[in-house]
C-alpha cells in the first residue's frame, strides 16, 4: 500500500522542480486540473491507470522518486514535454 499524503507531497514538489503546473501535468497526460489537485490535497487516490501515466512522464521528464521526496536524475535536466501536450501541438 503506498503513503498517498507522501506521494502527493512528491508530486508537487517533482512539479516544481520541473516548473509545471497542475493545469500542464493534468494536460500532458490527459485528465482534468482538478484531477491532480485533488491528489495533491489528498482529496481522492486516483485510478491505477492516471497513476501510472502520471508517474511515467514525471520519471520521463527526469524525476526520480526516492523514500523521501524527489530529485532529477541528472542535472542539468534536459527539457521535455509530456506526452499529451505533445501530441496537441
Known amino acids: 500500500m503506498r503513503d498517498f499524503s507522501l506521494l502527493a507531497a512528491q508530486i508537487r514538489a517533482a512539479r516544481a522542480l520541473l516548473g509545471w503546473s497542475q493545469g500542464y ?5 490527459n485528465v482534468r486540473r482538478a484531477t491532480i489537485a ?18 511515467s512522464e514525471l520519471t ?3 524525476i526520480v522518486f526516492t523514500d523521501t521526496g524527489v530529485q532529477f536524475r541528472k542535472w542539468p ?3 521535455y514535454v509530456p506526452t ?3 501530441q496537441k501541438r
Request: charge should be negative; hydrophobic fraction near 30%.
Open 84 to 86: 499529451g501536450v505533445k
Open 25 to 29: 501535468l493534468a494536460e500532458g497526460i
Open 60 to 62: 520521463g521528464a527526469g
Open 77 to 79: 535536466p534536459r527539457p
Open 38 to 55: 485533488d491528489l495533491e490535497n489528498c482529496k481522492h487516490e486516483p485510478h491505477e491507470g492516471t497513476l501510472t501515466v502520471l508517474m
